[in-house]
């Protein structure tokens, strides 16, 4: 819900800022099909078929896809926000890492999003003593918003990370050749 929510909230401040829609067309991010690709794996995994198909090999799978994600991240860092998403990026990829592979959650914020368990609509597990708890997710979007789930510090970090890259963009104003105006 956070990150959904980051590229809209992103475009308002932009607006607010006086900048354009059009400059979100200069914003380029190499290595996207990396990105694209992490995702798409974690999406699968975190579904019923693609937790059976995994097997034992969906936690390495979930770091491997994590990571792959954070260099990604690394390779854009002169982009204005990215290194707050890089950030939060660290912060879920060293929580997944140090736990095995799972982000912690507690059954408190599960049952404060109006999840009834791991695995239902959440990539977090109930881990009995998590590695850097503060870093997982211990945060709940409540029960009866759309998309209520659990989330981390590092969800935060990449979202607000989105809303300034987003912003940043639309406020930069194209380079004009000497005497022009714009």
């Excluded at 995994?45 to 969906?58: E, H, R």
């Excluded at 912060?91 to 959650?105: D, F, H």
């Excluded at 987003?166 to 406020?171: K, R, T």
């Amino acid at each position: 819900m956070i990150l959904l929510a980051s590229i809209p909230i992103g475009i308002v401040l932009g607006l607010l800022l006086r900048g354009r829609l059009s400059g979100l067309n200069a914003l380029h991010f190499a290595w996207a099909p990396i990105v694209v690709v992490g995702f798409v794996v974690q999406v699968a995994l975190f579904t019923p078929a693609g937790s059976a198909l995994a097997g034992d090999l969906g936690p390495p799978i979930y770091v491997a896809s994590t990571a792959a994600v954070f260099v990604a991240v690394l390779r854009n860092l002169r982009t204005a926000g990215m290194p707050v998403v890089a950030l939060g990026a660290l912060s879920n990829l060293v929580a997944i890492t140090a736990n095995g592979g799972v982000m912690p959650t507690t059954r408190e914020a599960l049952a404060a999003a109006g999840l009834d368990g791991p695995g239902t609509a959440t990539n977090s597990a109930i881990v009995a003593n998590p590695v850097f708890q503060p870093l997982t997710d211990i945060f709940a979007i409540p029960a009866g918003v759309p998309l209520a789930n659990v989330f981390s510090v590092g969800d935060v970090l990449i979202g607000l990370g989105i809303v300034l890259i987003v912003a940043a963009a639309m406020v930069r104003r194209p380079l004009t050749p000497a005497g022009a105006t714009a």
